[in-house]
Structures are given as structure tokens and as C-alpha cells.
């Protein structure tokens, strides 16, 4: 039997999909670097170079501001009930491991992660309806007056973070409960012995083991919190005619400024931004880990 | 039931600290579920009963008319297998590349794999909505805005999969195994397809469900390639249907709903897969 080079099987059988990635990431992704340094209306056939007057204008830009200020509200807010509220959910899921209910209490609490996007939405849409939703007529009872949740600026922004929230969490929970298996039982062992409670050992045994992953899932749902858009769509686009107050979010901003304004080179900078700060905040991970395996 | 795993569990479990623990958890999951509930619920209440308050969770007179009137007014079935179409072929694409690259990737050393596999790996960084513009522009270039082609465009590959293969392939498939096969004779293809293949079939199975929920919770980029009813997908459609002048609370939540249960009840049935894969992308790095 002839043999055939060792390389070839291999080299065939990548060709494909490296075919794809070219086409379909890397060259869009450096189209994009491209763009951003033009000035481009789709439609014209000049595209003069502007250096980096694209990003230079955006500095000053009000909408855009306005959409960078937004996002950051809304991915710390995120943040900051993800993080706490999801750590605790697995710490008490993690103490009834093993009873069949701690089934029902995974599954209820990352169903929303899963379910699609539009329709968890809409019903939390109704929920804030400020005249229909039952939130205000249950703030109603503790005597609070009824608020128009979905018309305020800030309220407004509330609403985005109690929605993504709620979807972020189970992820959160998922991945801790995964980190907390992996907490040796020998520790909590040793701290049950010196006489530490269920929660000092929590506190003082899994807490500091957990950091890596905590960082991990900060970063995860900062990340997704700045590409967030069908939640803002959805929760501004109106409701028997009454538009809700839109939540100018970066994706949102930067797909008006592409197809309802056609400036692609503008927008393409404005994609630029937010690869910019997803690139931060995973250099800052990937900082903060090799620091802790250091010390 | 005591899980072998955890020597805590042995300790009897229903204490009234535990069983404190138990209320708290199940009150958190009511919470949880409440919206999707009020949703599904809604959508079988006749219009002075969404008014009502409290809301009742179950409908007093429940009714299909919300239901038949979005089927009448929607092409709702139609979205629905439009999306399947495109989620099935996303799902088959990203299965079928992840586990063809992830095993060449894994299993020989070519000296520029490591870089190919360095780049894929960096492109799973940049998210889709930086580079969505220029890969639209590409596909109204090849004339395939508002196609079936032209939405999988996005998800054809998924570097989570190809990384998730190979992380696979190296640690439980050993090379003694493909060696011996190759000494009996056997080619490089028919070892991947009848050796390799079949052994890969849990971690192929986490990736094809989260490949699938990924093309069903698709929106931004259906969003913008796709032109008219006929070929929204669901989520677009039903985005899309919900900014309605006239459309009223019943049929939007009719509408929600019907596009919730599925993914709701396809989730409940392959929690342990999808669980897998998800908790698979957080052990990443």
C-alpha cells in the first residue's frame, strides 16, 4: 500500500472550517477596524480616509454618550445584584444538594437564562405596564403611587436591570455551584473541627476559593450586559401606541447610526468602542488570575 | 438520595436550618418562574380579566380566543418553522465543524496548528454585534439578505465547540486507540468517522443543545437580514408583531407564550446536556 503524506488527512479536514473563519469572522473583524478609520454613507462611492476623526467626533457625541453612560449603568447594575444574590442561591442550593427538590430549584432559577429573549421581555413589559402591571398596583398596597416604569429615564434603566438580572443570575448560580463542587470536602472538614459555623466556613473556606470563578462570571455578565439590545428593544418599543422611554444602549446606537443613518464608518468605530472595553475587562481577568496564582 | 459525591449529605438533611433553607429556595424559584407564569396565563384570560387585581394565575374562564386570533393574525407557525429550519441547520453546521476541527486540532501536531487554533480562540473574544456590520455588507454584496443562507451566515461556527472537542479529544481519547487502528489499516477518515466520532457523543450532544438555543435566541442579526413576514424568525417576528398599534395584552401574551413553551419544555427536557455545555464554557479558561 502507497502511503499518503501524514499531512494531508489533516490539512483537508481543517481546510473548511478555516474557510469559514476567514470569511465569516476574521475578515469581518478586520473590516471593522477598517471601516471605523473611514468616512462612509453605504451608498456613495467615496470613502475618504479620516484617520480616527470617527472616534474623535464620538467623544462629543450626545447620543452616543448618553448610550456608553447607559450600558455602564446597566452592566454594574447587573453586576452588582448578579454577583451577591447569585453566589448566596448557590450556596443554599449547593447545602441541599442531592435532595430531589434542589432539581426544581435549578431549574426555576435558570429557566430564564434559557428561555428566548422577546418573549421573557414582553411579560416582564407587562409587568411594568404602569397602568396594567401588577407592580404598581402591588406598590399600590404599601401605599407607594403608581410610577410609569417604562417612561422614566431612570426608572427606566431600573426596568433594564431587573430584566437582565433576572436572566443573568441562573448562569451565575450554574457556574458557582460548579466552582463550590470543586471546594475540597476535607476543608470544611477541617474548619467544622476548628469549630467554624456552616456559614464562617462558607465565608472563610469556599469565598476565597470561589474568587477565580467570581471573576470569571463578573467579567461574563459585564460583557454580555454591554451587548445587550433585544431586552431595550423590546421593553421601548410601544404598547397600544404609548412608546416606552428608549434605553439608548451601545448596540442600539451603533445599529441606528449604520441603517437609519447610514454611517458605517461611524458606526464601525462605535463597534471599535465596545470591542475596545470587552477587550479591557477580559485583559483585566486574565491580569487578576495570573496575580492570584501568583501570590 | 445521597450523593456519593458529598459526605455532607449523609448528615440528615431536614433539619429546621435545612428546611428554612428549602422555603427561601422555593419562594426564590416561585419568584423566578412568576413572570413566565403570568405570561402563559395571560394568555388564556379574556380582556376584563387582565384587568383584574390581584392577577389570578389561574384564568377564572379560560379561553382560546387570544391564541386563534394571534394564529389568524400572525404567521406565528410560519416563524416557528423558520426558526427550526434555521436553528436545526445552525445547530448541524456548528456540531459537524466543531468536531471535525476540534479533533485535527487535538490529535496532530502540524506546527502552525497551535496559531490556527490561537486565532480561532481570539475570535471567540470579539462579540458578534462588533463585526455584524461589515458581515452584512458582505451578504447584500452575494444577494442573500432576506434568505435562509444568508441568516446561517452567523452561525455557521462556534469556537466554544471547536474548543471544546479538542479539550476532549486530548484528555479522553487515547492515541494508543488511533494508532492501533491505523496499524490494522485503517484511513484517517473512516478512524474519525467509526472510531472517534462515536465516542464524542457527549460532549457533541452539550454543544448541539447549546448550538441550538443560541440560533433560537438569535436577534439582533435576524433582525436587520431579514425583510418581511414570511421570513422573520420567531423572535424577530414576535419583537417585531409587539410594536403593533392595535394589538392588545391577551394576544401579545398568546403570542410570547407560544413562542416560550417550546424552548421551555425542549430546555426542561435536555437540562443535563445544556447544563453540561454551559458549565463546560466556564471551566474554560
Redesign the interface.
Known amino acids: ?1 502507497r502511503s499518503k503524506p501524514k ?1 494531508l ?3 483537508l ?2 481546510l ?3 474557510g ?2 476567514a ?7 478586520a ?2 477596524l477598517r ?1 471605523s478609520l473611514f468616512k462612509w454613507n ?1 451608498i456613495s462611492r467615496r470613502k475618504p480616509f479620516v484617520g480616527f476623526d470617527n472616534f474623535v467626533e464620538l467623544m462629543s457625541d450626545p447620543l452616543f454618550l448618553e448610550a456608553i453612560f447607559n450600558t455602564t449603568i446597566v452592566a454594574f447594575g447587573v453586576l452588582v445584584i448578579t454577583i451577591p444574590v447569585g453566589l448566596a ?1 448557590a450556596a ?2 449547593n ?7 434542589s432539581g ?9 437564562h ?7 421581555a ?6 411594568f ?1 404602569a397602568r ?1 402591571g ?1 407592580l404598581n ?1 402591588l406598590i399600590g398596597w404599601f401605599g407607594i403611587p403608581a410610577q410609569s416604569w417604562l417612561f422614566d429615564p431612570a426608572l427606566s434603566l431600573v426596568c433594564l436591570i431587573v430584566l437582565c438580572s ?1 436572566q443573568s ?3 451565575a448560580v ?2 458557582f455551584l ?1 466552582g463550590l ?1 470543586n471546594v475540597p ?1 476535607a476543608l ?1 472538614e477541617a474548619a467544622r473541627l476548628d469549630g467554624a459555623s456552616s456559614f464562617q466556613a462558607f465565608r472563610y473556606v469556599a469565598i476565597p476559593l470561589l474568587k477565580p ?1 467570581m471573576l ?2 463578573s467579567v ?1 455578565t459585564l ?1 454580555s450586559s ?2 445587550i ?2 431586552q431595550a ?2 421593553l421601548a ?5 404609548a412608546p416606552g422611554h428608549l434605553v439608548r444602549v451601545l ?1 442600539l446606537d ?2 441606528e447610526n ?2 437609519r443613518n447610514y454611517r ?1 464608518g461611524y ?2 468605530a462605535e ?2 468602542v ?2 475596545v472595553i ?2 479591557v475587562l ?1 485583559g483585566a ?2 491580569r487578576l ?1 495570573r496575580d492570584r496564582s501568583r501570590a | ?3 456519593p ?5 449523609d448528615v440528615d ?1 431536614n433539619t429546621p436550618a ?1 428546611l428554612a ?2 422555603v ?3 419562594a ?3 419568584m ?2 412568576l ?2 407564569v ?2 402563559i396565563s ?1 394568555a388564556f384570560k379574556t380582556p376584563p380579566e ?2 383584574a ?3 389570578t394565575i389561574i384564568p377564572d374562564r379560560p379561553t382560546l380566543e387570544n391564541i386563534l386570533g394571534v394564529l389568524h393574525e400572525t404567521p406565528l407557525l410560519r416563524w416557528i418553522g423558520n426558526t427550526l429550519i434555521f436553528a436545526g441547520i445552525s445547530t448541524a453546521s456548528i456540531v459537524s ?1 466543531s468536531a ?2 476540534g ?3 487535538g490529535k ?1 501536531d ?1 506546527p502552525w ?1 497551535p496559531a ?1 487554533f490561537g ?2 480562540i481570539a ?1 471567540s ?11 452584512y ?2 451578504v447584500q454584496a452575494a444577494g442573500l439578505l432576506n434568505t435562509l443562507p444568508g441568516l446561517l ?2 452561525y ?2 462556534m469556537s466554544f465547540g ?1 474548543f471544546l472537542v479538542r479539550q476532549y479529544v486530548t484528555t479522553s481519547i487515547p492515541d494508543e486507540l488511533l494508532e492501533a487502528a491505523r496499524v490494522d ?1 485503517a484511513g ?2 473512516w478512524i ?1 468517522l467509526r472510531i472517534v466520532l462515536p465516542l464524542m457523543r457527549g460532549p457533541l450532544g452539550a454543544l448541539a443543545v447549546l448550538a441550538f ?1 443560541q440560533a ?2 438569535a ?2 442579526w435576524p433582525l ?1 437580514v431579514t425583510a418581511n413576514k414570511d421570513t422573520y424568525t ?2 424577530v417576528g ?2 417585531l408583531f ?2 403593533g ?5 391577551g394576544h ?2 398568546a ?3 407560544l ?2 413553551v417550546p ?2 419544555l425542549f ?2 427536557l435536555m ?1 443535563r446536556n ?2 453540561r455545555g ?2 463546560g464554557t ?2 474554560k ?1
Not at chain 1, 114 to 120: D, G, I, K, T
Not at chain 1, 122 to 127: D, F, P, Q, S
Not at chain 2, 5 to 9: A, C, E, K, L, V
Not at chain 2, 245 to 249: E, G, K, M, R, S
Open positions: 500500500m499531512w488527512f489533516p490539512v479536514a481543517l473548511p472550517v478555516l469559514l473563519y470569511c465569516l469572522r476574521v475578515y469581518p473583524i473590516e471593522t471601516l453605504i442561591l443554599l442550593i447545602s441541599r444538594q442531592g435532595l430531589r427538590r426544581f430549584y435549578e431549574t426555576s432559577i435558570f429557566l430564564p434559557v428561555v428566548s429573549l422577546v418573549p421573557a414582553m411579560a416582564w413589559k407587562w409587568i405596564d396594567l401588577p398596583a433576572w443570575i441562573g448562569y450554574l457556574i460548579v463542587k470536602e470544611y470563578v470569571y462570571v461574563i460583557i454591554y451587548n439590545y433585544a428593544f423590546v418599543s410601544d404598547v397600544q401606541g448596540v451603533m445599529l449604520s441603517f458605517v458606526a464601525a463597534a471599535v465596545l470591542l470587552v477587550l477580559t481577568q486574565f488570575f | 438520595m445521597s450523593d459525591d458529598h459526605p455532607s449529605s438533611r435545612g433553607i428549602d427561601v429556595l422555593f426564590v424559584g416561585l423566578m418562574l413572570p413566565l403570568f405570561l395571560n387582565l384587568l387585581w390581584p392577577p465543524t471535525i476541527a479533533y485535527v486540532l496532530f502540524l496548528f490556527v486565532v480561532i475570535t473574544v470579539v462579540p458578534f454585534e462588533v463585526y455584524m456590520i461589515p458581515l455588507l458582505n451566515v452567523g455557521l461556527v471547536i489499516g484517517e477518515g474519525f438555543f433560537w435566541t436577534f439582533a436587520v420567531l423572535e414576535l419583537a409587539q410594536t398599534f392595535t394589538v392588545d395584552i401579545l401574551s403570542a410570547a407564550a413562542a416560550l424552548s421551555a430546555f426542561s437540562r445544556f447544563v454551559v458549565a466556564g471551566l479558561e
